[in-house]
């Protein structure tokens, strides 16, 4: 397939070089001057978007992935499929999806789960929203870039399954950060503690397979000083998200609440910003109060 790949950072990249490496002729746009192996630069993302078959974005908000859609959707052709990776706000995707639409296009809100580690090992989960049409034409990609894409429904219903699970994400971090450090005033080893709740009902992959407490369980960023990994203002702006969503549908979500200003007070407030979203441990170390 002929495919356009604009935003082409620490996801885009090595999704984009997946791509290439099956064989698939792969034109990129980014912002910054960045080189991919095996993907031909344009010199606009009108250009890398334009008579393709498939083009895929990989940008940091919903603001930005309005702009290039903008930018992008006068220029692809009848037909093709506008996949958007992007982790954005739910109205964005549903609005670029219209858009789309309006051009006859098949749009796709597939957000991913999976990390860098993920992209670069094309075993990402992919969640997408978007007519059955756009699904079925999108998902020999996903293939290729991730390990599971599930069709979650109709246009934006990728973003809110992601919004979902970040949120879960961020909520149970920060109870296993809690936890580890009532544990420690307790008198109670962190192995211990470990061995107990990976295997009781206080088990969650925050604690099973990215443990918060260095040295113990899998090897995880708090094993490498919490060098991300999924960076705590990462986090921020899901759970932020999710706030956006909760507030637009009128959902009441008092522990995304809390845990949104959390990782507020961490990041802007604290020393979190640029670590792992697993430091909120040493955080609560600290004893915090407020
Ligand atoms: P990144 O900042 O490394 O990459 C974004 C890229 O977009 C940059 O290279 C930037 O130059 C480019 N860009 C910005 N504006 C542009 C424009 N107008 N036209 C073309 N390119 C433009 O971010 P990332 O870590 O690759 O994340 C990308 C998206 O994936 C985000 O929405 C993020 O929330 C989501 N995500 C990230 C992770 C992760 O672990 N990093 C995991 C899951 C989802």
């Not at 997408?128 to 979650?152: D, N, R, W, Y």
């Not at 109709?154 to 973003?159: C, I, K, L, N």
């Not at 109670?188 to 407490?213: E, I």
């Not at 899901?238 to 009128?250: G, V």
Request: proline letters at 4%.
């Amino acid at each position: 397939m002929n495919i356009g790949f604009i935003g082409l950072g620490n996801m885009g990249g090595p999704m984009a070089a997946n791509l290439a490496a099956a064989g698939h002729n792969v034109t990129g746009f980014d912002t910054a001057q960045i080189s991919v192996e095996g993907v031909d630069m344009a010199a606009s993302a009108a250009a890398a978007a334009a008579d393709q078959d498939v083009v895929i974005t990989m940008l940091p908000n919903g603001q930005i992935l309005r702009a290039v859609a903008d930018e992008i959707i006068p220029a692809m052709k009848h037909g093709a499929a506008f996949i958007d990776c992007s982790t954005v706000d739910v109205e964005s995707a549903r609005a670029v999806a219209e858009q789309a639409v309006a051009a006859r296009l098949l749009p796709v809100d597939a957000p991913v789960s999976g990390g860098v580690g993920g992209a670069q090992a094309g075993t990402l989960t992919f969640m997408a929203g978007g007519s059955e049409a756009a699904f079925t034409k999108a998902q020999p990609l996903f293939e290729i870039m991730g390990q599971k894409a599930v069709h979650c429904g109709d246009s934006g219903a990728g973003q809110a399954a992601k919004i979902c699970n970040n949120m879960i994400l961020g909520i149970t971090m920060i109870g296993t950060c809690e936890a580890f450090a009532l544990a420690d005033k307790l008198g109670l080893d962190r192995q211990k503690m470990f061995d107990v709740v990976s295997t009781s009902s206080g088990y969650s992959w925050s604690m099973n397979a990215y443990c918060p407490a260095p040295g113990v369980g899998p090897q995880s960023p708090a094993d490498n000083g919490y060098k991300p990994g999924f960076a705590a203002e990462l986090m921020l702006k899901d759970l932020r998200l999710s706030q956006q969503a909760a507030e637009a549908a009128d959902a009441d979500t008092p522990l995304g609440l809390a845990a949104t200003k959390l990782y507020e007070q961490f990041v802007e407030a604290e020393d979190g910003l640029g670590k792992d979203f697993s430091a909120m441990l040493p955080r609560f170390e600290k004893r915090h109060r407020g």
